[in-house]
């Protein structure tokens, strides 16, 4: 008993270090957007010696707020959607089918999961978004973004593989045919699958930099609230203006935060008495 109460003593004091360290850059952030750049770059104190929230108007203004947020929330949910229907699709017919190549296809969804090209690939997508009078939109980063769904295929193959095939079996007795058994009875059960799922495909569109950067270089509306943020390092006077950045990072968190609210209420559902007998 002393052994098993002591490897619960260490179990809690290694997940209460890493909730520290996970906290303390949001709390400083947090910090920081009601303080000073002074204060934020001399670092004499934590808590601010003037509590500044005007920051927050200010960086509103500045970096066009709204028309910024609009534009990331427009690429995180249509992607996220995108993403959901061809990941689950794809892992549906994976998981319920064989057919020619499906080792193959398998094994290029994992490739591209564990070995990264980072910026050797964006000219090329660039390319074909030219071709495809694609890359003066935001269609093109949204694009690109669903193509990523590796990581999603992979997930929701696992949630799929807690699905029972009795279903599919009873649904084809009763004359329903491949795509109708998916559409009204398999991904309904999914729901837990594609909360996960939808929580992280939101998170990696809304914090994408690199694509919106490069696709909306000539038309600087399109921009989204990361690349808008980056472009509150500087005034108009070329000072920093750090306590802003930090002030719409906050801002920036919060849809992330009501995302997760939402999708949380799936991660603990499960499937059981969808099969009886």
Request: proline fraction near 4%; include cysteine; glycine fraction near 6%.
């Amino acid at each position: 008993m002393p052994g098993k109460a002591l490897g619960r003593l260490l179990l809690w004091v290694f997940l209460l270090a890493v909730a520290a360290l996970s906290i303390f850059p949001v709390l400083m952030a947090m910090l920081g957007s009601v303080k000073t750049t002074v204060e934020i770059m001399t670092g004499d104190s934590v808590l601010p010696q003037v509590w500044k929230f005007s920051n927050y108007a200010d960086a509103w203004k500045q970096v066009k707020f709204a028309q910024y947020a609009w534009n990331s929330l427009f690429v995180s949910i249509v992607s996220t959607i995108g993403t959901l229907l061809v990941a689950a699709m794809a892992a549906y017919v994976v998981d319920r089918r064989d057919f020619p190549g499906k080792r193959l296809f398998v094994t290029l969804q994992a490739s591209t999961m564990f070995i990264s090209v980072g910026a050797v690939v964006l000219r090329p997508q660039f390319d074909l978004m030219v071709k495809l009078n694609l890359n003066t939109s935001l269609w093109g980063v949204i694009l690109i973004l669903v193509s990523a769904h590796a990581s999603t295929f992979f997930l929701l193959m696992g949630f799929f593989k807690s699905i029972p095939k009795d279903l599919d079996e009873a649904a084809m007795i009763d004359g329903s045919n491949f795509m109708k058994t998916f559409f009204r009875i398999i991904l309904p059960l999914l729901t837990p699958g594609l909360g996960v799922a939808g929580l992280f495909a939101f998170r990696h569109a809304w914090n994408e930099y690199i694509l919106p950067l490069v696709f909306t270089m000539t038309n600087p509306k399109l921009q989204t609230l990361t690349v808008g943020l980056a472009n509150l390092r500087y005034g108009s006077s070329a000072a920093m203006q750090t306590n802003l950045m930090m002030a719409g990072a906050c801002l920036s968190i919060v849809p992330i935060l009501i995302i997760y609210v939402l999708a949380n209420r799936t991660f603990m559902q499960v499937t059981a008495g969808s099969v009886k007998g």
